[in-house]
Structures are given as structure tokens and as C-alpha cells.
């Protein structure tokens, strides 16, 4: 990994780390479909992860029994990282999503090499985990990361359903992982299906 401008040290691993936090830098650059609520422009990868990071200790008192919500946390922050060789793939975009997997996975064995291998080694594991959503942690970070764009979706007039144009049951085979998670949401998805129906947003 070469980083224009940086000076190395004595210490590799401190220049590995330093390096890495200098490329990861790169996700405030992969920007989402997912609009800011103050509609100015879409978030980037950076912020989204930041913000299902805080969400996961938001809303700890919901976890799934098992969950341990400060590991949650870390695999929100490390579960778009690959991204910043593969690239966004937007949700609703079935040809994107043909390759995502084959993506991603040369973008994690690039991106997790640079770390020391210790740090490879549990940031890979961390990524691997978040995908396979097989364990209470995965489960709960998992329903973090697809609550946070549909309530950005309520809040924005619909703006990726009506760019992206999926059907409620595309919108609901989404959100399903984060309803089986948490429970209690259901009663606020509904009333906001609803009224994106209404308004034109969604299509039945």
C-alpha cells in the first residue's frame, strides 16, 4: 500500500496501521444511494458506518439474547471497508448484485493483507461474520445497517425507492432480517409502508 507523502518510521507495524488508517480514509469517497436527511447529498460508506455504529448502541435494550453489542459495533465499522475497492452495490440493483460476492471478496483479501495479522485476521473474521448473519451479533448489526436506510427512505420522500423503483415485497424481503431481529419495529415499518404507498413512493 503506498500512500503518497508518507513519511515511515522505525516501528513497521506502527507504519502498517498508520498506513491502513490513511487508506480506509477512502470510504468518505464511496458515497451511497441513501440521501442525507437534509437532502444535500448522498452519505458515504464513512458516515453510514458511523451511524449503525451509534445505532447498535441505541438500541442495545433490543438485541437478540446472546448479542454482545459493543462487538456488533466493531463489525458495523468494519463491514462496508471492502467497499473502498469494490465499490458500492445498490440493494435494489439485481445486475450489480450478480458479482457483488466475487467483488468483495478480492476486495477483503487486498484491503485485510495490509493489516499486521493479527488485526488481519479479526477484521476478516469480523466482515465474514456481518455477511453470513448466522450469530446474535451479525443478526443485530445486520438489522442496524437495513433499518438505518429505510428510515432515511421515510424521511427523504422515498428517494432510493423512487430512483431504484423496487416493489414493496423487494422492500420487504430487505428489511425481513432486521424485523425477525427486532420485533418490536414492526408496527413503525407498516404505518411507514403505508405511507410511502400513499404518497406514491412504493408501488403494490
Known sequence: MEIKN??????????????FTAEVDKMTGIFRRTM????????????????IALMCMLFKDYAP?????SRACRMCLVHDLVEIYAGDTFAYDPKA?????????????????????NLSKEFRAL????DEMKTPDSRYAAAMDRIQPYLHNTLTDGHTWCEGKPTIEMVNKRIGPALETIPELKDWYDKNIENAVEKGWLKR
Open 97 to 117: 448484485n450478480e458479482d457483488k460476492e466475487k467483488r468483495e471478496k478480492l476486495a477483503a483479501d487486498k484491503l485485510f493483507s495490509e493489516l499486521p495479522e
Open 6 to 19: 508518507f513519511i515511515p518510521g522505525s516501528d513497521e507495524k506502527i507504519n502498517q496501521l498508520l498506513r
Open 36 to 51: 442525507l436527511l437534509d437532502k444535500s447529498r448522498h452519505e458515504n460508506d464513512a458516515e453510514h458506518s458511523w451511524h
Open 65 to 69: 439474547a446472546g448479542c454482545d453489542v
Open 127 to 130: 466482515w465474514e461474520e456481518f
